[in-house]
């Protein structure tokens, strides 16, 4: 198992004196007009501490408890992405130990009304 969890600030949750456990955050997906909101709740993980990544079509999202703790926490979770997603405007901000990752729908996505003509013969 991977003890590990490195963020773009070079933080790290490692195995040295502490005791490291790993959980899947609790998460609301909510559904909006403009896409889709994951709220993200991550007791004690600072927003500099958290990394979120997107491969193809899957977000993972990594979160680390602060190092001066005695017992540290690593919070992974994966979502899949549907189509619809804009991969480019995702954004990201965290409050009191909830992310929440905003996942807005795609203008190509959206619903387009298409006008039917007749033909006359």
């Known amino acids: 198992m991977n ?3 490195q ?5 790290e949750c490692s195995q040295d ?7 899947l ?6 559904e909006t007009e403009n896409g889709v ?12 501490q958290v990394e979120l990544e997107v491969k193809a079509n899957q977000l993972t999202l990594t979160g680390c408890t602060d190092e001066s703790l005695p017992r540290r926490t690593v919070y992974e979770r994966a979502f899949r992405l549907p ?9 990201a901000s965290m ?4 992310l929440q ?3 807005p729908t795609a203008a190509s996505a959206s619903a387009q009304k298409i006008r039917v003509t007749t033909a006359e013969t």
């Open 3 to 5: 003890t590990e969890c």
């Open 7 to 11: 963020t773009e600030n070079e933080n």
């Open 17 to 23: 004196s502490t005791v490291v456990r790993r959980l």
């Open 25 to 30: 955050p609790d998460t609301d997906i909510v």
């Open 37 to 48: 909101v994951l709220v993200v709740n991550m007791p004690g993980v600072a927003g500099e």
């Open 83 to 91: 189509d619809r997603i804009d991969r480019d405007a995702i954004a």
């Open 95 to 98: 409050k009191h130990g909830v």
């Open 101 to 103: 990752v905003a996942l």
